[in-house]
Nanobody, 118 residues
Framework: QVQLVESGGGLVQAGGSLRLSCAAS????????MGWYRQAPGKQRELVAT???????HYADSVKGRFSISRDNFKRTVYLELNSLKPEDTAVYYC????????????WGQGTQVTVSS
C-alpha cells in the first residue's frame, strides 16, 4: 500500500514562512509528478504547485514568487517552502503524487493545516 505523510503545517503571522514536507512510502516502483494543493473553508481544492521527476515546476499565479516547490527523489519526498505568507493562504494543504505501484495512480496525503494570522 502507498502512503503520503505530510508534516510542517502550523500557525504563522502574515509575512512569515513555513516549510511543508510530504514523504511517499510503500511498494513503489516509480514516483512521477508530485505536487501540493490546498482547500480553504467553503472553497474548492486548488492547485498550488507541481514538480516533475526531472524537476520542472509549475505554480499557481497566486503563489508565484512566494512559494517554492522542490523534491528529493531518493527520499521520495516533496517540499513546499511558503514565504511572505498572507491570510488568504490559510487552508489545508494536501500532497499529491502520481505513483507507479503495479499500475499508475494518483495518491493523496491526509492534509496539513496552514493558518496565517493578520
Amino acid at each position: 500500500q502507498v502512503q503520503l505523510v505530510e508534516s510542517g503545517g502550523g500557525l504563522v503571522q502574515a509575512g512569515g514562512s513555513l516549510r511543508l514536507s510530504c514523504a511517499a512510502s510503500g511498494s513503489i516502483r516509480r514516483v512521477n509528478d508530485m505536487g501540493w494543493y490546498r482547500q480553504a473553508p467553503g472553497k474548492q481544492r486548488e492547485l498550488v504547485a507541481t514538480i516533475s521527476s526531472a524537476g520542472s515546476t509549475h505554480y499557481a499565479d497566486s503563489v508565484k514568487g512566494r512559494f517554492s516547490i522542490s523534491r528529493d527523489n531518493f527520499k521520495r519526498t516533496v517540499y513546499l517552502e511558503l514565504n511572505s505568507l498572507k491570510p488568504e493562504d490559510t487552508a489545508v494543504y494536501y500532497c499529491n503524487a502520481n505513483i507507479v505501484v503495479i499500475s499508475m495512480g494518483d495518491y493523496w496525503g491526509q492534509g496539513t493545516q496552514v493558518t496565517v494570522s493578520s
